[in-house]
């Protein structure tokens, strides 16, 4: 999702170009943002979507892995 604001311009980047510059994508984020917290944390959309929250271990080997040089 954060990668949608280096779109915002074909020439500029996010660092040069400012966000609130299209309020529709910031808006759209946060309703991403906030489906993906209600799936995440009502317990009968976890429980329909199959999701699972992870655990400390968890989230260490997924930084580990996603941190990797190869």
Do not use: C, K
């Amino acid at each position: 999702m954060f990668n949608s604001l280096n779109a915002l311009s074909e020439d500029g980047s996010f660092v040069t170009m400012p966000p609130w510059v299209n309020p529709w994508l910031l808006l759209a984020m946060a309703v991403s943002f906030g489906l993906h917290f209600v799936i995440l944390y009502v317990p009968f959309l976890a429980q329909v979507f199959r999701i699972v929250l992870l655990s400390l271990n968890e989230w260490v080997l997924v930084l580990a892995v996603g941190d990797s040089d190869r």
